[in-house]
C-alpha cells in the first residue's frame, strides 16, 4: 500500500533541475510532499488536492496527476538548501484522514 | 511555547520494559499522530487520533498503545519493548478539513532499546 517513489537517490550539481516521482496503486485524493533535513523533523512543502494541479513553492512545484495516480515533485534551479529526503504522501479516497507516507527520495546538492 | 514538542528526546530501555513517549501540541488541533522511521521505511504510521477518546490503528500497530483523554497530549506506549522498536519517533498534529491541511511534526524522539 505504500507508494513508489523514484529515484530513490540523487546528486545534483547547484542550479540543476530534478524531478521526483510518487506512484500509488489505490484511487488518490490528494498528495502530500515534505522535505526532512538529515536530523530534524519533515517539514510541510506543499498539498495536492485536484487532479492536474499545480502548486509551487520558491522554485519548487509539483503536480498531481489523479487518473495516473501519480503525482511529481520538480525542483528548479536546485539550491544546497534543497539538500534532504523527500517523501511524497498519497492520501486515499478510501480513507479521509490517513496519510500513507513513501520510502523518500534522498537528494544531494553539490557545489 | 507554541508548537508540537515529545519528550524525552533520546532514550534508552532494555527488552520487555514499559516505555511511554509524550506528545504535546499547543494549537488545539484535532488530529494527532505517531510514526516511526527506520531507513528503508520512510515514515509509517503507528495510530492516529481524530480527537479526545478517538484513536484508531495505522500501517504498524502492534505492540503499541496510545490513549488521548485531552486534546493536546497524545501518549505512545510501547508496553513490551522489543530491540525491533528501536527507531525514531515522531509525533505530529493537523487541524484536517477535508484533507487539505498540514501535518506539523515534533522534533522526535530516538528510541534504543537494548
Known amino acids: 500500500q505504500q507508494p513508489v517513489q523514484s529515484p530513490q537517490a540523487v546528486i545534483l550539481r547547484e542550479g540543476e533541475d530534478a524531478v521526483i516521482n510518487c506512484s500509488s496503486s489505490?484511487?488518490?485524493?490528494?498528495v502530500h510532499w515534505y522535505r526532512q533535513k538529515h536530523g530534524e523533523a519533515p517539514v510541510f512543502l506543499m498539498i495536492l488536492l485536484k487532479g492536474g494541479e499545480q502548486k509551487g513553492h520558491d522554485k519548487i512545484s509539483a503536480s498531481f496527476n489523479e487518473k495516473k495516480q501519480q503525482s511529481s515533485l520538480y525542483l528548479t534551479a536546485s539550491q544546497l538548501s534543497y539538500s534532504g529526503t523527500y517523501f511524497c504522501g498519497p492520501q486515499m479516497k478510501t480513507s479521509y484522514d490517513k496519510v500513507i507516507f513513501g520510502p523518500g527520495t534522498s537528494l544531494s546538492v553539490i557545489p | 511555547d507554541a508548537g508540537i514538542t515529545q519528550s524525552p528526546r533520546y532514550k534508552i530501555t532494555e527488552t520487555g520494559r514499559q516505555v511511554t513517549l509524550m506528545c504535546h501540541q499547543t494549537?488545539?488541533?484535532?488530529?494527532m499522530f505517531w510514526y516511526r522511521q527506520d531507513l528503508g521505511h520512510g515514515l509509517r504510521l503507528i495510530y492516529y487520533?481524530?480527537?479526545?477518546?478517538?484513536?484508531d490503528k495505522g500501517e504498524v500497530p502492534d505492540g503499541y498503545v496510545v490513549s488521548r483523554s485531552k486534546t493536546e497530549n497524545f501518549p505512545l506506549t510501547l508496553e513490551s519493548a522489543t530491540r525491533s522498536q528501536t527507531s525514531v519517533y515522531f509525533c505530529a498534529s493537523s487541524d484536517w478539513s477535508g484533507g487539505a491541511d498540514t501535518q506539523y511534526f515534533g522534533p522526535g524522539t530516538r528510541l534504543t532499546v537494548l
Open positions: 489505490k484511487a488518490l485524493y490528494s
Open positions: 487520533s481524530a480527537a479526545a477518546d478517538i484513536t
Open positions: 494549537w488545539s488541533h484535532s488530529y
